[in-house]
């Protein structure tokens, strides 16, 4: 059973910067594409970025596009979220996931293992 550990997450203020990690316990994990979600109050779990199994491949939501940055380190079996210019609206429990696909994907349904989650709160 693979598991995801996210870490990094806190209390920000508006235009601050913070890393999420997520650990993969399965080596397996490199293999295929990873990716962060993101859950507000009251909203649906939403897509935010995809990496491509190599790191070679990403895409980003529309509302994060230009200030989050998705890498991931396959020799330490962990994928990291770069969050810059953080806004309020930015504030949600940040899953990671991992597909059952090498390329990426923005589907929900495409995404097998999940983590547990680490909030964010980014305050005006």
């Known amino acids: 059973q693979v598991q995801l550990v996210e870490s990094g997450g806190g209390l920000v203020q508006a235009g601050d910067s913070l890393r999420l990690s997520c650990v993969s316990s399965?080596?397996?994990?490199?293999?295929?594409?990873m990716g962060w979600f993101r859950q507000a109050p009251g909203k649906e779990r939403e897509f935010v970025t995809t990496?491509?199994?190599?790191?070679?491949?990403?895409e980003y939501a529309e509302s994060v596009k230009g200030r989050f940055t998705v890498s991931r380190d396959n020799a330490k079996n962990t994928m990291y979220l770069q969050m810059n210019s953080l806004k309020p609206e930015d504030t949600a429990v940040y899953y990671c996931?991992?597909?059952?696909?090498?390329?990426?994907?923005?589907?929900?349904?495409?995404?097998?293992?999940w983590g547990q989650g680490t909030q964010v709160t980014v305050s005006s």
């Open positions: 996931a991992r597909s059952r696909t090498v390329y990426t994907t923005t589907l929900r349904s495409d995404y097998d293992y």
């Open positions: 399965e080596r397996t994990s490199s293999n295929y594409a």
């Open positions: 990496i491509s199994r190599r790191g070679g491949g990403t």
